[in-house]
């Protein structure tokens, strides 16, 4: 626990300082109290474990830029972005992290949370005294971004049921989970918006200012101590923004250490929060410490530096703090606001609470998690599914948009090549009905390959944030991601194969038709598994359109229609074999037609089975094996998927 009389010697700038930090310090304590004796609060059906969070001379730097590099800047191989920044966060503090464009609040944000995907970080951090542990302070912590990342296509309460069932314990029963959704859901006011989708942002569904309320609500669901937020009111108007912070507020008053990084809030914004971390541009603190009523802390010290102006009646403080001490002030004063800062009484009273806090309380026990995430390997798979399953139903522009384009497609080749299946006399027969198959792989084929590759991207998204919130491990996103497609495409290629293989004639054995739906439902899996495939080993959807087409085209090239095999140079035909298309071929045509005995009436005394054999190359007896290969290309896709989303990240912090 906390230790009162260091927290309150902490803040003795002078008497008043001292009184105030002590009232504010009591209520915060009599809030843990409270919460310990398991006293129900708003917002509180399940109980937390509050804790602090300090930070001791954090340094973060990367690798030099080219650019920098190129401008003659070799003094070091690394730009250092945080230089010995140090500071502490505790319960029911609601704390801002201020400063000019490239102070590095944001960075510091990111250190502390564990969410930089790069660069190199020195320093100390311990949460309630204990090492920080990134796998474990996952599990207490929630990080709210400045971009409002959701999946679209569910709702808001699916939203916050999905990110619950992912990351409260294991022991807590469904009914519980239920009571605690419900609470989180009036803290953060929104009830009224229970059913509503939560769309794309600036397209459809919730306003701006709603996808903060819902992004902080999802972090809440968790049941966190401690939260980051960034910019939470970042382009938002006056009233959007107060509604935000009221819930900021709220948050903060169950007891949370709540850190937001803030950009020229406004006076009202300011003054909810009850202290402040400012930076200087080049990563240094300058004011670590209480704002005070109506920032009078913050005024008095910064006020008390020689050649500050003071502030104007009615002026922004938050403003005002910025004006005096951006770089321009420093040259023009010829002081060093970081110098300032760490020979003043503040700094020596901070540091000695960051070293008492960065003990362990007597008694206290390490945190610590038997499994890296709060539920089993099959229930992150069904949660996965299951809202990858409200995301896919709730799409029409993708789901019911394929199945009209698979329907207009099977009817426009059904009516192009009526009753051509049924006709095997001549050469010419063969190939109208192989051109058939060969047209219908390609343009439905490739229409469900481009069409998955935005729904994917979006979804990669989300994905990232919910992995650094520790919610799952790969495998089972990407395992919800692959079955999801299943069931619709098993429907897409029931209606092409019903409608094309009635129209087009083919002979009507139980056999022959259920060989070509299974052809035609492998060869979209392959399809689509393949446009998901190429999304997830590159950087975004347009890139992997770039890719997926130059492979069309090969696979076009290489199918065995425009060129059979056998007419293929030798050096080329090791393509032919790994062309997924040329087995659907293979399959299609072998399938339908590689029985029939009967002479061609065109065919030199060549049976319609020899003919296939001696100018394609296919062999009817070998179909099971076809079967098998088409069936591996759709695994090998789908793998390929699974482990590309594992292993990449391409998103860079």
């Known amino acids: 626990m906390i230790k009162p009389m260091v927290l309150l010697e902490a803040f003795k700038i002078q008497d008043d300082i001292q009184r105030s930090a002590s009232s504010s310090k009591s209520f915060s304590l009599s ?9 129900k609060k ?11 969070l300090t930070f001791e001379n954090i340094y973060y730097s990367v690798d030099m830029p080219q650019e920098m590099k190129e401008q003659g800047i070799t003094v070091d191989d690394r730009l250092v972005l945080l230089k010995g920044i140090s500071g502490a966060f505790r319960p029911g503090v609601l704390t801002a992290l201020m400063g000019v464009s490239g102070a590095g609040k944001t960075t510091l944000m990111d250190v502390l949370a564990g969410r930089k995907t790069g660069g190199y970080i020195e320093g100390n951090i311990t949460v309630s005294g204990f090492p920080k542990k990134q796998e474990t302070f996952a599990r207490i912590s929630g990080y709210c971004e400045q971009n409002d990342i959701h999946s679209p296509h569910v709702t808001v309460y699916e939203s916050l049921v999905y990110s619950a069932w992912l990351r409260l314990a294991n022991d807590i029963d469904a009914e519980t989970r239920k009571m605690f959704i ?9 009830d009224s918006l229970r059913h509503a989708i939560v769309g794309l942002p600036g397209v459809n569904g919730l306003s701006t200012e709603q996808r903060k309320r819902l992004t902080i609500a999802v972090e809440l669901v968790a049941n966190p101590s401690i939260i980051f937020m960034d910019e939470p009111t970042s382009g938002l108007d006056a009233r959007a923004a107060a509604i935000v912070m009221r819930t900021v507020r709220n948050t903060v008053d169950t007891g949370r250490t709540v850190v937001c990084t803030i950009h020229q809030p406004s006076i009202d914004i300011f003054e909810a929060f009850d202290e402040l971390f400012l930076m200087k541009r080049g990563g240094q603190e300058i004011y670590v410490g209480p704002l005070g009523h109506h920032s009078k802390y913050l005024i008095k010290y910064f006020e008390g530096i020689q050649g500050v102006s003071k502030i104007k009646d009615g002026y922004n403080p938050a403003t005002w703090m910025l004006e005096v001490t951006a770089s321009a002030q420093e040259l023009s004063l010829g002081v060093d606001f970081a110098d300032i800062y760490k020979n003043s009484d503040l700094y020596r ?25 709060s539920q089993p390997f099959l229930s992150q798979c069904a949660a996965c599914l299951w809202k990858q399953h409200w995301s896919y139903w709730r799409n029409p522009p ?29 050469i010419q027969d063969l190939s109208n009905a192989m051109g058939s198959m060969y047209a219908a792989v390609l343009f439905i084929g490739i229409q469900n390959s481009s069409s998955v590759q935005p729904v994917v991207s979006v979804e990669r998204t989300v994905f990232y944030r919910e992995r650094a919130a520790g919610m799952y491990s790969a495998m089972p996103y990407a395992i919800g991601q692959v079955l999801i497609e299943i069931p619709y495409i098993f429907v897409q290629a029931s209606v092409y194969g019903i409608i094309v293989y009635s129209m087009i004639g083919f002979e009507w054995t139980a056999a022959k038709f259920f060989w070509y739906i299974f052809f035609m ?8 598994f393949y446009g998901m495939m190429a999304v997830a ?17 090969l696979w ?9 095999r056998p007419s293929m140079p030798v050096w080329w035909r090791w393509y032919y074999w790994i062309c997924p298309v040329s087995w659907t071929l293979y399959g299609l045509l072998v399938s339908q037609f590689g029985d029939i005995n009967e002479l061609l009436e065109d065919g030199n005394n060549e049976t319609v089975k020899q003919h296939l054999r001696n100018y394609y190359g296919f062999r009817h007896d070998y179909l099971g094996f076809v079967a098998a290969v088409i069936i591996s290309f759709a695994v090998l896709f789908g793998t390929i998927f699974a482990v590309a989303i594992k292993m990449l990240n391409f998103q860079r912090r």
């Not at 708003?42 to 602090?52: I, N």
Request: hydrophobic share 45%.
């Open 31 to 39: 809030d843990a109290t409270l919460r310990t004796n398991g006293q």
């Open 42 to 52: 708003k917002g509180m059906v399940l109980p937390f474990e509050p804790h602090s």
């Open 182 to 190: 419900e609470e989180v859901m009036e803290l953060v006011e929104l």
């Open 349 to 373: 009273r901070n540091k000695a609470l960051i070293e008492d806090l960065s003990k362990p309380a007597p008694g206290a026990k390490e945190l610590y998690f038997a499994t890296q995430y």
């Open 398 to 426: 993708y789901t019911a948009v394929r199945f009209l384009f698979t329907t207009a497609i099977a009817l426009m080749f059904g009516t192009l090549f009526w009753d051509l299946g049924s006709k095997t006399k001549k």
């Open 521 to 528: 439902l492998f060869t979209l899996l392959y399809f689509t």
């Open 537 to 553: 080993v590159t950087p975004n959807n347009h890139i992997a359109a770039i890719v997926s087409s130059a492979f069309y085209g």
């Open 556 to 564: 076009n090239l290489f199918s065995g229609f425009i060129i059979p």
